[in-house]
């Protein structure tokens, strides 16, 4: 299948990346990395995101600032990667080949092309894969952006079935001009004040249930407003209520501005997608979110609440940690 959807993209006359709306550093790190292989190879090719305000986080990766926020007038394939379902890409459906790169155990398979291998850490791994079963030649540009990918998905290799692979995989990027201390500190330690000042609004207003194996909050816009935080500070602040000692499930739940709430789920060892598979979301085990319509927050927080309780993995562990 790597060879054929690399034929595909050679005989394509005008390629589309997309990264999926409200991005991360492994659909960003991959497109970017497809596009500096399929540029060096005098291919056509335009990236998309739907997003308006992309993450300044990744500005540093090659090819970032030619990401653009409008389709072509034609082309004849897109490619996405690390998007589970089609409705993430933002597009609308066409006459055109689809390929779909991923390593999420929820992915739909929407593309004429499924690369989707959900062993892996990230979509980065997949498409590094891909380069070296077509024997593609990956420069500092396409190495930067596939460490990076790699790497942010990873939690810079705190989470996700990290195995021998992703590290030899990480050791060849180095090899080829990736530099580790460089993308570690563009990622890690860039945050903007306003962020800081979510953090301190998530430790002052998060709740435990279930004797602290639980950790839920929610953020209104009324919370980003008195931040200054934007829908982009949000992106895995929710980790910090997993790093407590006895939680088990961290949850954030965020009013989107155009109405709508944003979930998201992290968990140290329970099978979470389960939960966001229920609302037609999808994701990791232990990373997963999902959408729903405007409603009461509170009473939805409590719904999911009760659904992760009859997780039995959960029960087991809520007896085992009492609260400090």
Request: charged share 25%; glycine share 6%.
């Amino acid at each position: 299948m790597y060879q054929e959807a690399w034929q595909a993209m050679l005989k394509a006359e005008h390629i589309v990346l997309v990264s999926h709306v409200y991005p991360d550093g492994d659909t960003l790190g991959s497109t970017l990395a497809l596009y500096a292989v399929l540029v060096q190879a005098g291919k056509k090719v335009t990236h998309y995101n739907y997003t308006l305000a992309l993450p300044q986080t990744y500005d540093f990766l090659p090819g970032f600032s030619k990401i653009k926020n409008s389709l072509p007038k034609h082309f004849d394939m897109v490619v996405s990667c690390d998007c589970s379902t089609f409705d993430r890409l933002k597009i609308p459906k066409g006459e055109y080949t689809l390929i779909n790169i991923d390593h999420h155990i929820t992915n739909t398979y929407f593309g004429e092309y499924n690369l989707v291998v959900d062993r892996f850490t990230s979509a980065g791994m997949v498409v590094y894969e891909l380069l070296k079963a077509n024997q593609i030649e990956i420069n500092k540009a396409c190495a930067t952006c596939l460490y990076t990918a790699i790497a942010d998905d990873t939690g810079f290799f705190l989470y996700g079935d990290i195995d021998e692979l992703t590290f030899s995989i990480v050791s060849q990027l180095v090899k080829q001009g990736a530099n580790p201390k460089e993308i570690a500190s563009k990622v890690k330690r860039r945050e903007s004040l306003s962020k800081i000042r979510l953090y301190a609004y998530i430790l002052n207003h998060f709740e435990l249930h279930e004797n602290g194996t639980i950790a839920t909050v929610i953020i209104d816009q009324e919370a980003l407003l008195a931040t200054g935080a934007s829908r982009n500070d949000t992106k895995n602040i929710i980790n910090i209520l997993r790093t407590m000692v006895n939680v088990t499930i961290a949850m954030m739940i965020l009013e989107e501005k155009e109405g709508g709430y944003k979930i998201s789920l992290r968990s140290k060892d329970i099978n979470i997608s389960k939960i966001a598979l229920a609302y037609n979301g999808g994701g990791h085990k232990t990373a997963a979110g999902f959408e729903v319509p405007p409603c009461d927050p509170k009473v939805l927080r409590d719904e999911i609440v009760e659904k992760i309780k009859r997780i039995d993995i959960l029960c087991d562990t809520r007896e085992n940690h009492p609260l400090h």
